[in-house]
């Protein structure tokens, strides 16, 4: 097992490291709206969190030598299930087909009262 860690993300505000690399996978926590050079939340909203969600997993994925194509799996919580359009919007402007799977669901309350956050494996 190999931990990863980047300064072009937030660093971790838990017992969790950014991610860990394990049997050919990358396993990238979730990540929220989180400007990582003022540690606060960027301004807007939904459409900017999510934005800074996956800008932040990139950040982590090409720290481990790897691309956003080869990742193959998202989770994606909400605060608000009815964002899930905006957050889709967004969330199609990081991948090409073939799309990872992906499951999205609302969380009854998101760290840091996020409205979104992310989390994604990659493979090797």
Partial sequence: MKTIATKN??????????????????FVSGQLGIDPASGTFVAGGLKDQTS??????????????LSMSQVVKATVLLADMNDFADMNEVYATFFQEPFPARVAFQAARLPKNALVEIDLIAAK
């Avoid at 993300?9 to 049997?23: K, L, N, R, T």
């Avoid at 997993?57 to 090409?62: L, W």
Wanted: glycine share 10%.
């Fill in 9 to 26: 993300a937030p660093q971790a505000i838990g017992p969790y490291s950014q991610a860990v690399e394990a049997h050919g996978f990358l």
């Fill in 52 to 65: 800074q969600c996956l800008t932040n997993a990139r950040a982590i994925v090409e720290a481990a030598g």
